[in-house]
């Protein structure tokens, strides 16, 4: 599970490393948990510091079996609308929490990048 809090340099980093993550083990089950500005890189027409979308690099990681998780905690404190999440992403009651969950009663491994 990979765990992203912080902005697009962090989620840029964790595409790359999910990217070669997969390339070594390519049956590898991966989720990215996401909140506070660690969500930015799901909204709608998101685009990192060299201005290209993210959602192509996270639409080619959810065919992978890649799955992205936002917290919808942040997006109200923000007040985001939901509908600008990505559909390729979906929305949790608290990131924090999914990501205690994830390691506690699923068994995944925690990652930042």
Known sequence: MYHV???GDQATNA????RNHLSADPTAKISVVTHANGIDFLLDGAKDKNGNDYVSNVQELV??????RVCRLTLERRNIDPKRVIEEARLVPSGVAEVARLQAREGYVYLKP
Do not use: Y
């Not at 595409?15 to 999910?18: E, Q, S």
């Not at 065919?63 to 992205?68: A, C, E, H, L, T």
């Open 5 to 7: 809090s912080e902005g």
């Open 15 to 18: 595409l790359r490393n999910i």
């Open 63 to 68: 065919k992978r079996g890649v799955d992205f």
